[in-house]
């Protein structure tokens, strides 16, 4: 099926990259026999998931062509940042850790720093790179992650002192079969599509991740299957707007039926997704979650804003009353569903009486857990030119009477959880001595618990016998 995708890089194009990967192996086998040691690579991500996925696709890469793992950026031979572009503050970050290399670029000029993700997608950045980062030895941008292995041939065996790339369709085009290396644990990120078509107003990521790409059925689901024979057991289907998905196949299919085909694998794991869009999220999407029993009751629905004038100057395509609509049949399909969602405080223009509605939302809703952010420009976005007379210390007051509210919601929901006995998840080892394993509930939050019988990367039965802001406590 993947082979019909019109955005799909051929099978072809793919076994080039995988014979640039044993050329760079051979490579390396040689550095290994000259210097005693395998060469060593460092990663680091900006961003949120879909670039920690990618960074996944770099690693295993990086595996195959036979690099070394490491934390440290001073041993290491090549350094590669998956950058962000969603705020300044990501974007700076990047460029204050780029910065900082210079002083080992000079002390090791033969190693290769790369710059790649969203940032770099942008249409300023590489004149930026070139003029004010020289230390800078590979550039990429998201439409170019598949072709990584040649970029890595041209800069390692060829020694090109820069490849610079980010041309590339910007409709992307989908690989499949180029390596992977997860993350060891119990949850696992799956990308079910790629890009956004939505053109939120204030929002980067269209215009750095393309259009809506859906992988097919089928690559997903042997994926997912795939996952699953490894033991992973929470596993995460990604895409901006996920609601959207199958929509440029061609093929009778919505992401509620993909779900369903999902739900259908054989194996002890939940699924959960993210993020849905109010505009699209439907019915049918809130019935099959109910109906589905690995699909995890957690909901993230960002809603940015609770005034609907924003809205409309956000281009979100909702209203807050649809918002509130979604939500309440939601819950009265899957009464113990845990919801999150996205606010961004101090839009262009946001009135005090916006505001006040965005608070209203939050306080009615309840949410389980929120994600707030202070607008940031964009350049290249229509807000980035709206007029705005609202004034840094008025959004920064804002910001922190919001996290007030969701902290005065929070704490009787997280007490409600006394005494009640959950399904979690383990999936690491806590500070807490008492309770030394963290855990997630089916619906996401964190839980540190003790028992005798508790296994890392397993399922377990634990009752709650404390709770906080932040965390639930339980034993076996
Ligand atoms: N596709 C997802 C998330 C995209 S980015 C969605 O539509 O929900 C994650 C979050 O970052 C957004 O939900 C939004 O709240 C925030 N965000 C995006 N652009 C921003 C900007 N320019 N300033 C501040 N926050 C922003
Ligand atoms: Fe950005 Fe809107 Fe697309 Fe989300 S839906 S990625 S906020 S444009
Ligand atoms: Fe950032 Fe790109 Fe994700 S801009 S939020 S890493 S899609």
Known sequence: M???????????????????????AAYNRDFEQQNGRKPKAYTQ????????????????????????????????????????????HAESRALGNIGALSHLKKERPEITIGLCGCMVQQEHIPEKIRKSYPQVNLLFGTHMLWKFPELMYRRVVKNEKKVFDISGDAKGAIAEGLPVERNKGARAW????????????????????????????????NELRELVKQGYKDITLLGQNVNSYGKDLGIEIDFSDLLRRLNDVEGDFQLRFMTSHPKDASRKLFDTMA???????????????GSDAVLKRMNRGYTAEHYRELIAYARSKMPEITLSSDIIVGFPDESEEDFEKTLELVK????????????????GTPAAEYPDSTTKEQKQKR????????????????????????????DGNSKDSEYPYTARTEGGLLVCCNGDNI????????TIDKTSLRCLFARQ
């Not at 995708?5 to 050329?23: C, K």
């Not at 890469?61 to 090549?78: I, P, R």
């Open 45 to 88: 991500t900006f961003g949120c998931q879909q670039n920690e996925a990618d960074t996944e696709r770099i690693v295993g890469m990086l595996h195959e062509m036979g690099y070394e793992k490491t934390e440290q950026t001073e041993n290491a031979d090549v350094l590669i940042y998956n950058t962000c572009a969603v705020r300044e």
């Open 455 to 462: 296994k890392i990367g397993e399922f377990a039965t634990v």
């Open 190 to 221: 799956l990308s079910i599509m790629y890009g956004c078509n939505n053109f939120c107003t204030y929002c980067i990521v269209p215009y750095v991740r393309g259009r809506e790409r859906s992988r097919s059925p089928e690559d997903i689901e």
């Open 2 to 24: 993947s082979k019909t995708v019109p955005t799909a890089v051929s099978e072809q194009e793919v076994q080039q990259q995988l014979a640039y990967i044993d050329r760079i």
């Open 399 to 426: 910001f922190e009477r919001l996290l007030k509210a969701q902290d005065e919601c929070v704490l009787p929901k997280q007490n409600a959880y006394m005494g009640k006995t959950l399904r979690v998840l383990v």
């Open 364 to 379: 009615e809703i309840g949410f389980d857990v929120l994600y707030t952010f202070l607008y940031s420009k964009r350049s």
């Open 291 to 305: 109906e589905c029993d690995k699909i995890a009751k957690q909901l993230h629905l960002p809603f940015q804003s």
